[in-house]
């Protein structure tokens, strides 16, 4: 069974930048992997995922062009480069394994779960 362990995390005032980390235990570079969020409140919801090549990417319209997405297989480690940040980007980041190569995204189709890094960004 994979382990996922993200790090990263932490307090960034508005307008300022984190790098999510995200560490298998095994490999998975013959699957999807994925961010998913959770604010205060409110559900959890995908915020971007990549297929197991890296040549298809999704991102939630409200991180468009503020977020990046990226693996190293060979590290077997995922990232997500947060630049821009705003007070509503604030919850428990979330790296999850799909359970085949291409990404799907209910949640019901990730396998594998972090246990999560919290982002708080000040206003």
């Known amino acids: 069974q994979a382990q996922l362990e993200e790090s990263g995390g932490g307090l960034v005032q508005a307008g300022g930048s984190l790098n999510l980390s995200c560490v298998a235990n095994?490999?998975?570079?013959?699957?999807?992997m994925a961010w998913f969020r959770q604010a205060p409140g409110k559900d959890l919801e995908l915020v971007a995922a990549?297929?197991?090549?890296?040549?298809?990417?999704y991102y939630q319209d409200s991180v468009k062009g503020r977020f990046a997405i990226s693996r190293d297989n060979g590290r077997n480690t995922v990232y997500l480069q947060m630049n821009s940040l705003e007070p509503e980007d604030t919850a428990v980041y979330y790296c999850?394994?799909?359970?085949?190569?291409?990404?799907?995204?209910?949640?019901?189709?990730?396998?594998?779960w972090g246990q999560g890094t919290q982002v708080t960004v000040s206003s």
């Open positions: 999850a394994q799909s359970k085949t190569y291409y990404y799907l995204t209910p949640q019901s189709t990730y396998r594998y």
């Open positions: 095994s490999p998975f570079y013959n699957y999807a």
């Open positions: 990549m297929n197991y090549n890296g040549k298809e990417i």
